[in-house]
C-alpha cells in the first residue's frame, strides 16, 4: 500500500452566503497523478488555492505528508498559521495546470 500525500477531509469554503465546497474528501497517494475534471464554476479552482492557502477555507482539513495544511486547532479554537509557516508549506506543493478546448 503507497504512503498518503495529500488528504482532504471535510472540505468546505463559501463565498459569502455561497458555498462553494460542500465537504470534499480527497485522498492522494504517493506516486499518483490526479486529474481535477469537471464543468466551470464547480469548484475545481477553488480547492488548489485552498491547498495552496492562497484561499482561507471554513472547514475541513488538508494535511500534506501528514502535516496540517495552513491552520493549528487547540481546544477546539482554530487559527491560520504565520504567513512564514504557510510560505514554507506552500514550498512543499507543485501543480499543474493545463486549458483543454
Known amino acids: 500500500m503507497s ?3 495529500l488528504e482532504i477531509q471535510g472540505l468546505h469554503k ?3 452566503p455561497v458555498e462553494v ?5 480527497c485522498i492522494m497517494q504517493q ?3 490526479i486529474s481535477i475534471i ?3 464554476g464547480s469548484g475545481k479552482t477553488t480547492m ?3 491547498i495552496n492557502m492562497l484561499e482561507d477555507f471554513q472547514g475541513g482539513h488538508i494535511r500534506l505528508d501528514g502535516e496540517e495544511i495552513g491552520y493549528d486547532e487547540s481546544g477546539g479554537v482554530r487559527r491560520r498559521k504565520s504567513e512564514k509557516e504557510i510560505a514554507r ?3 512543499l506543493t507543485g501543480m499543474a495546470f ?3 478546448n
Do not use: H, I, T
Request: aromatic content about 8%.
Open 3 to 5: 504512503k498518503v500525500l
Open 98 to 100: 493545463q486549458q483543454f
Open 14 to 16: 463559501q463565498y459569502g
Open 48 to 50: 488548489l488555492r485552498c
Open 89 to 91: 508549506q506552500r514550498a
Open 31 to 33: 506516486g499518483e497523478v
Open 38 to 40: 469537471g464543468s466551470s
Open 21 to 25: 465546497l460542500k465537504g470534499v474528501d
